[in-house]
């Protein structure tokens, strides 16, 4: 009776590399000790996978392309099949290897480069987010910061007082004034209808009457383009 002969030695798990290179492209080839051609498959996945979202994004935000949009896909579909022909490859290489086909003295030193990324890609997501929220946050507080326009108000006579709106640094932003007196709503100023202007006009004016006679506290408040309202003036005539 015959001696069954030996299974060859597993000395690399073909079901091990298929995941290491489901799970990262190349690293399957890595785990085999194969660096050139993990290279190979990590690269070309990286650049298809880069170029095919940018078709795809500008395909999103220019509608009137619609063909970059079938570019991404013709791109997604080819990485596709490099990435399953990857766990392919790395397969076949493991089986040759335990069969004594190929030799194999070590891993990659690559090998470890997907695990870094495991490790180094959320952390900087993580940075990114921070910073982003910061820079937001920061154009947030500055888009609410004082708005520096001015308006002035004077009495041509007993019974009137002019208000007049100067501009200044942010006179791009202001969409319309409401001015009170003592505490009532006594006018305001817009932009003119079919104007065309996106601010109010500098040097524009409002009337309201107000008899000497008694104190008028006068309170001009500004709307801005960005939903802030802000007191301009705040004086007593």
């Not at 570019?71 to 579909?77: D, E, S, Y």
């Not at 910073?131 to 007993?158: C, E, N, Q, W």
Request: aromatic content about 10%; charged content about 10%; glycine content about 10%.
């Amino acid at each position: 009776m015959q001696t069954p002969s030996p299974s060859p030695a597993k000395i690399r798990d073909p079901v091990i590399a298929v995941v290491l290179s489901f799970l990262c492209p190349g690293w399957g080839q890595w785990y085999t000790g194969r660096t050139g051609d993990g290279l190979k498959f990590f690269l070309a996945s990286l650049f298809l996978g880069i170029i095919s979202m940018v078709f795809f994004w500008m395909g999103i935000i220019t509608p009137s392309q619609p063909y970059l949009l079938g570019l991404a896909f013709i791109l997604i579909i080819i990485s596709l099949g490099v990435w399953i022909y990857g766990m392919y490859d790395t397969y076949k290489t493991a089986e040759k290897i335990n069969r004594g086909e190929l030799a194999f003295t070590e891993k990659s030193g690559l090998f470890w480069l997907p695990v870094l990324l495991i490790i180094i890609v959320p952390i900087l997501l993580i940075a990114s987010a921070f910073v982003s929220a910061l820079v937001f946050g920061m154009a947030d507080i500055a888009s609410h910061a004082t708005k520096v326009v001015a308006v002035t108000a004077y009495r041509p006579d007993a019974n009137h007082i002019i208000v007049t709106y100067q501009g200044g640094q942010d006179a791009a932003y202001l969409q319309s004034i409401t001015i009170s007196d003592n505490g009532v709503n006594a006018g305001g100023m817009n932009i003119p209808a079919g104007s065309g202007l996106t601010a109010l006009p500098v040097g524009i004016n409002a009337t309201i009457a107000a008899p000497y006679s008694t104190s008028n506290h006068i309170d001009v408040i500004g709307h801005f383009s960005d939903g802030t309202d802000q007191v301009l003036l705040d004086i007593t005539l």
